[in-house]
């Protein structure tokens, strides 16, 4: 199995034994949850490289891509065959989609030892699929025709976040004065740069 995922040219050892800051590289994630793993899983199984338990393994992968498309969706993906990545609009695939990810997210099982648990990212999802759910509702009411998703996460603040870390020497836990002082030099930095 491990010579496979390393056949495929995306996965490398970053990966499969990220160290601490690796770990949360969200592109490094995208990546291993990707059509292209999730297939590739499959391929395997279908040649009998893998056993059938492996699909379990593609399926899951091939959801947490199906939800990462769908709250990446924007103009740019609207002639994607990726449905999921198309723009939100009356009528689109998010709305069928969706309910039907937050019923397979309560039915996920997750252990520890022997104990089943609760993973914080059931909720996560959960929440967050009910609340794009409810912005289009409401952005739908006031006029909208469609809504990129990819808008609405959370990116640019965590972007912002990790260049106030930088300021304050990769403090990972300023004061108020640390924080505000970066902010400033950030918001100042920003305004004097010239863009082309």
């Known amino acids: 199995?491990?010579?496979?995922?390393?056949?495929?040219?995306?996965?490398?050892?970053?990966?499969?034994?990220p160290n601490t800051f690796q770990k949360m590289r969200v592109s490094y994630v995208a990546q291993v949850y990707s059509r292209t793993v999730g297939s590739g899983i499959e391929?395997?199984?279908?040649?009998?490289?893998?056993?059938?338990?492996?699909?379990?393994?593609?399926?899951?992968?091939?959801?947490?891509?199906?939800?990462?498309?769908?709250?990446n969706?924007?103009?740019?993906n609207a002639n994607s065959k990726k449905v999921l990545k198309h723009p939100l609009k009356d009528g689109s695939a998010?709305?069928?989609?969706?309910?039907?990810?937050?019923?397979?997210i309560k039915d996920h099982k997750f252990m520890k030892g022997q104990e089943k648990v609760h993973a914080p990212s059931?909720?996560?999802w959960q929440a967050s699929i009910k609340a794009i759910m409810m912005l289009w509702d409401s952005v739908k009411g006031i006029g909208f025709k469609c809504f990129n998703p990819r808008h609405s996460n959370q990116d640019p603040l965590e972007n912002l976040f990790n260049v106030i870390r930088q300021?304050?020497?990769s403090n990972h836990y300023p004061n108020s004065e640390q924080f505000i002082s970066a902010l400033k030099t950030e918001v100042t930095?920003?305004?004097?740069?010239c863009k082309k």
């Open 1 to 17: 199995m491990i010579k496979f995922l390393f056949s495929v040219a995306i996965l490398t050892e970053k990966h499969l034994s």
């Open 43 to 71: 391929t395997m199984v279908a040649k009998g490289k893998l056993g059938v338990e492996a699909l379990a393994t593609a399926d899951h992968i091939l959801e947490i891509d199906r939800l990462f498309d769908s709250f």
């Open 73 to 76: 969706g924007d103009a740019v």
């Open 94 to 104: 998010h709305m069928e989609y969706w309910p039907s990810a937050i019923q397979k």
């Open 122 to 124: 059931q909720m996560g």
């Open 167 to 169: 300021n304050c020497g």
């Open 189 to 193: 930095n920003g305004l004097l740069s």
